[in-house]
């Protein structure tokens, strides 16, 4: 059998789920309570960094107080925390630009590669492996762009393209086209006939391939098939999940059935349009139960996105990200930082406007804002721009800004741990961190 690499891999069209980690420990997860509303994690990421001089918060007279690029957060100041000063330690610093902070998620070394690549299980896949069991669709991944393919300073542009990785070696398969996005999350079930037959497929091309590999090859095709008959256990859970009769007993999301119609075909346009219905898409998502961890970058790191709506702004935000102090190239990176803001506010309204019974939708997630650099026109990730939205089922407190520029122990992955502990997942430790942030 003559089967290409690119013949074999044509089944990654399927999303890759993760498997359960046997290495971590996990302990005392609480079993979710049948007439309450479940809390779901998000991680949205914007790339470049920001504009430092007017990010940020401060408690004031009234409650927390928001710098220029956060104002458009006060109608839900009182669910948001705002946190300074932290970051992560093992990012590499001076070389290679982007790729090396893109580890916003594990807390562990980019690894300096031009071929392969690996950073590190990411904590949303961790949680998805546990509350994915309850839904159809264990996370879902979503971005607005394709990943390049170039290197620069001895790294791999592979990395600039993904926050969410399945394994080390293996980002979680990212959806940027809101009608594919669409169609894995609401799926009336061809999808998973569809995903039966392409498994197939996939476990067909590897059997013929397995003698014609190295040992190193052949423990990647090990690590692929583990996720592939990850997959096909999720596919039989969704069905079972799908054709269960809850019988009117215990919690029941608010949205029983698609409020959008299926988007067209292909990338919208305006990278506006593009950004408001992947928002769209996902609160649906969190509204109808479809899944209750997400990650969405609205933009790649490195990304030169457009937004010709904003008066006068013209350039690529990565562009504008290098702006030199001059002002008019500044004025204009405060306008891109203002309007994805604002978009992410938006989203963060609509589901607060959510019923969910005793809360709100937004009361019972944890909705997160980052970025792998702090100041994108020197590549500073000393410290990161964080935000954290809504109430982890009221385990978290709003209207909160956190400074822990002072504190030595001030690693992003104590957030994580935090997080993921809310989420049902307790481990030992994370990434570079062994005791979560109190928040």
């Not at 990212?174 to 998973?192: M, T, V």
């Not at 190295?214 to 090990?222: E, G």
């Not at 299926?262 to 109808?288: C, N």
Request: aromatic share 6%; charged share 25%.
């Amino acid at each position: 059998m003559n089967t290409s690499r690119r013949q074999f891999l044509r089944g990654t069209g399927v999303a890759l789920g993760l498997p359960w980690f046997e290495s971590i420990s996990v302990f005392g997860a609480e079993t979710p309570k049948q007439n309450v509303a479940p809390r779901r994690l998000g991680v949205c990421f914007t790339g470049n960094g920001v504009n430092p001089h007017h990010w940020g918060a401060k408690m004031g007279a009234n409650g927390i107080e928001f710098a220029n690029s956060l104002r458009p957060l006060e109608p839900i100041k009182n669910q948001v925390a705002v946190f300074t000063g932290l970051w992560n330690p093992t990012t590499i610093e001076g070389e290679g630009g982007h790729y090396p902070k893109m580890n916003v998620l594990c807390g562990l070394r980019v690894k300096k590669t031009t071929t392969d690549v690996e950073v590190g299980t990411t904590m949303d896949q961790i949680v998805a492996a546990h509350a994915g069991r309850d839904t159809p669709v264990p996370s879902i991944v979503l971005g607005t762009e394709r990943p390049s393919y170039a290197t620069d300073s001895g790294f791999t542009s592979i990395y600039s393209a993904y926050i969410s990785w399945s394994t080390p070696t293996t980002p979680a398969p990212k959806e940027i086209f809101p009608q594919q996005a669409f169609d894995q999350l609401f799926d009336d079930g061809s999808k998973r006939r569809r995903d039966k037959s392409i498994l197939d497929l996939v476990l067909g091309d590897a059997k013929g391939l397995r003698t014609r590999l190295s040992q190193r090859d052949s423990q990647k095709l090990d690590e692929y098939l583990t996720s592939v008959r990850e997959i096909e256990l999720r596919v039989e859970q969704a069905e079972k999940i799908s054709q269960a009769e809850t019988g009117g007993k215990g919690w029941q999301p608010s949205v029983k059935t698609p409020t959008l119609g299926r988007p067209e075909a292909g990338i919208p346009a305006s990278s506006e349009d593009h950004l408001r219905i992947m928002f769209d898409i996902l609160l649906l998502a969190y509204q109808m139960d479809r899944t209750r961890v997400a990650t969405f970058m609205l933009n790649n790191d490195l990304s030169n996105m457009r937004f010709p709506s904003l008066d006068g702004v013209s350039s690529g935000i990565h562009e504008l990200s290098h702006h030199a102090n001059d002002e008019t190239r500044l004025a204009h990176y405060q306008k891109v930082n203002e309007f994805q803001v604002k978009l992410w506010s938006e989203f963060l309204q609509k589901m607060a406007a959510t019923n969910e019974g005793e809360r709100s939708l937004l009361d019972n997630s944890m909705i997160l804002l980052t970025s792998s650099l702090m100041d994108g026109n020197a590549h500073d990730s000393k410290q990161l721009p964080v935000v954290l939205a809504g109430g982890g089922g009221g385990t978290v407190k709003g209207g909160q800004a956190y400074d822990l520029s002072s504190d030595p122990n001030r690693k992003l992955c104590r957030l994580h741990l935090a997080l993921m502990d809310r989420m049902g997942v307790r481990v030992e430790r994370f990434g570079d961190a062994e005791n979560a942030l109190a928040i």
